[in-house]
C-alpha cells in the first residue's frame, strides 16, 4: 500500500505563485505516474499535470506555460510549481500515483486564489 501526502496549499493573490509537494511512502517500488489533479467546488476532478519516471510530462491546456510538474524519484516526491495564479485555479489538489502498488490520490490540499 502506498500512501500519498500533499504540502503546500494555501491563500494567495492572483498573480502569484505556490508550490505544491507530495511524498509518497510504503510499497513505492515501480511507481510509473505521478502528478496532479484539482476539482473545484460543484465540479469534477481534472487533471492538471502528470510526469512518468522518465520524465515525459503532460499538462491540461488551461495550465500550460504557467504550471512546471517535476519529480524526485529517489525521493518518491512530486512537485508542482504553480506561477501566474488566477482565481479559477481555486481548487482542492490532489497528487495522483500510478504503480505496481497504487492507482489513487492523496487527501488533497486547498489552494486559493483572490482577485
Request: glycine share 12%; proline share 2%.
Amino acid at each position: 500500500q502506498v500512501q500519498l501526502v500533499e504540502s503546500g496549499g494555501g491563500l494567495v493573490q492572483a498573480g502569484g505563485s505556490l508550490r505544491l509537494s507530495c511524498a509518497a511512502s510504503g510499497s513505492t517500488f515501480n511507481i510509473h505516474v505521478m502528478g496532479w489533479y484539482r476539482q473545484a467546488p460543484g465540479k469534477q476532478r481534472e487533471l492538471v499535470a502528470l510526469i512518468t519516471n522518465g520524465d515525459t510530462t503532460n499538462y491540461a491546456d488551461s495550465v500550460k506555460g504557467r504550471f512546471t510538474v517535476s519529480r524526485d524519484n529517489a525521493k518518491n516526491a512530486v512537485y508542482l510549481q504553480m506561477n501566474s495564479l488566477k482565481p479559477e485555479d481555486t481548487a482542492v489538489y490532489y497528487c495522483y500515483a500510478q504503480g505496481r502498488y497504487v492507482d489513487g490520490w492523496g487527501q488533497g490540499t486547498q489552494v486559493t486564489v483572490s482577485s
